[in-house]
């Protein structure tokens, strides 16, 4: 509480079970919920976790519950969303990754 400046930013990443609790934690230590997103591994999955940020000493209320980051579209498929905040990089295979290496080694 001492650590974070009034109007101070604060962000937490926790499993969703924990959501009813890092709330009332937060409002505990006077750090106002301003922003939450929650995680979904795959879209036909339950979510798994949540990203919170709350600042300190703000008036109660104006929680914004944005759209979930959806890790993947389909199995080794990054969605579109990832794929940008990550730029290009894709999922790929053991055998994908060491294809290269061996055709390589194939030489000697």
Do not use: W
Request: glycine share 8%; net charge positive.
């Amino acid at each position: 509480e001492f650590l974070l400046k009034p109007k101070g930013t604060v962000f937490f990443i926790y499993r969703i079970s924990r959501l009813a609790d890092i709330i009332y934690g937060m409002k505990k230590y006077n750090l106002e919920p301003k922003r939450l997103k929650i995680i979904i591994p795959h879209r036909e999955k339950e979510p798994t976790a949540f990203i919170i940020v709350g600042q300190k000493g703000l008036k109660p209320g104006g929680l914004v519950v944005e759209k979930p980051y959806v890790i993947f579209d389909e199995p080794g498929k990054y969605s579109h969303e990832i794929t940008v905040m990550y730029g290009k990089a894709q999922v790929i295979s053991k055998d994908e990754l060491f294809k290269g290496i061996k055709r390589e080694c194939d030489f000697m």
